[in-house]
């Protein structure tokens, strides 16, 4: 049989693709902890392995150490949790942390503030701590003007009452709205020379 250079360029192109490719390997292998997949079908994993900032594949903690080679960083975590990096548009994970610091100005049953008064006393007793009073302001978070006895916001003049040396500031329940006292308003930059913004 006579081998023609385009039979000879096929055979080398077939040879070619039935080698199996390099197996990828992972540049970092995550594993020791808790891997949160986000799969309803597999929602966590022992193990998961990164490539060029991409996962490349998760599973079983000796499934995914094959995938290493001596460039692989392995990461124990130690039974920490590992979840996905989410862009949050809207999250709420800082209102969470600022009313687990500031004082509780929640209506009943989550806290007692339904009045001016009760919310002044709830910002003073706050204050009294020396924990908090080191912080230079005072803080509170969760006030509700429809469950307030006098049905309105706090003014500037109620929260001086509370402190006239130290900032005010506190936070609506919804987040969207806050008071300050004279101090906090003039450490803003406004005054009684400041005029409404439009709108």
């Known amino acids: 049989?006579?081998?023609?250079?385009?039979?000879?360029?096929?055979?080398a192109a077939s040879s070619a693709n039935a080698a199996s490719p390099a197996k990828p390997t992972a540049q970092t292998i995550y594993l020791g902890g808790d891997i949160v997949t986000v799969n309803d079908a597999a929602p966590t994993a022992q193990a998961l392995a990164i490539r060029d900032g991409r996962i490349l594949a998760l599973g079983s903690e000796r499934d995914i150490l094959t995938l290493?080679?001596?460039?692989?960083?392995?990461?124990?975590?130690?039974?920490k949790t590992l979840i996905?990096?989410?862009i949050d548009a809207h999250g709420h994970v800082f209102n969470t942390g600022i009313q687990a610091l500031s004082a509780n100005l929640l209506a009943p049953p989550d806290g007692a503030v339904?009045?001016?008064?009760?919310?002044?006393?709830?910002?003073?007793?706050?204050?009294?701590?020396?924990?908090?009073?080191?912080?230079?302001?005072?803080l509170g978070f969760g006030y509700d003007d429809s469950q307030l006895k006098e049905g309105r916001?706090?003014?500037r003049q109620e929260l001086d009452?509370?402190?006239?040396d130290l900032p005010v500031l506190i936070i609506h329940q919804s987040g969207h709205l806050a008071t300050l006292n004279s101090k906090a308003l003039a450490l803003a930059g406004f005054g009684p020379d400041s005029k409404d913004p439009e709108g």
């Open 114 to 138: 339904n009045s001016i008064a009760a919310l002044q006393q709830s910002l003073r007793n706050w204050v009294a701590k020396p924990q908090n009073k080191a912080h230079g302001i005072i």
């Open 84 to 86: 996905p990096g989410f």
């Open 1 to 11: 049989m006579k081998i023609t250079p385009i039979a000879l360029a096929l055979l």
């Open 161 to 164: 009452a509370v402190s006239q």
């Open 153 to 155: 916001h706090p003014t």
């Open 68 to 79: 290493r080679d001596g460039e692989t960083r392995v990461v124990d975590l130690q039974g």
